[in-house]
Nanobody
Framework: QVQLVESGGASVQAGGSLRLSCAAT?????MGWFRQAPGKEREAVAS????????YYTDSVKGRFTISRDIAKNTMYLQMTSLKPEDTGMYFC??????????????????WGQGTQVTVPS
């Protein structure tokens, strides 16, 4: 069983930056970030496999968000820049064994954190 704990969510002005963290209790190969805006479905934002150099991003965040991992600390990060009001939502850390695939689906991931809120007022 792997537990995930997110942190770093906050309210930030449009154009600002934020870094989210996700600490895992054990090593796991594939980790990703999802977000859910009020009234909308949870969507994949980015994912990263710890033995492959490729990171995946949804189109709306490409060039603005960067996913990274500190494998020694079992921690994943999401650096968010040039934030927009449409980035507002609850951000969830997710993890699974095996390979990451893209686009990632909610059902692909076995482990989930409780979420951390990101708010970008319009």
């Amino acid at each position: 069983q792997v537990q995930l704990v997110e942190s770093g969510g906050a309210s930030v002005q449009a154009g600002g930056s934020l870094r989210l963290s996700c600490a895992a209790t054990a090593y796991i190969t594939c980790m990703g970030w999802f977000r859910q805006a009020p009234g909308k479905e949870r969507e994949a934002v980015a994912s990263f496999h710890n033995t492959a150099p490729t990171s995946y991003y949804t189109d709306s965040v490409k060039g603005r968000f960067t996913i990274s991992r500190d494998i020694a600390k079992n921690t994943m990060y999401l650096q968010m820049t040039s934030l927009k009001p449409e980035d507002t939502g609850m951000y969830f850390c997710a993890a699974r064994g095996g390979w990451c695939s893209w686009p990632s689906r909610v059902t692909d991931f076995r482990y989930w954190g409780q979420g951390t809120q990101v708010t970008v007022p319009s």
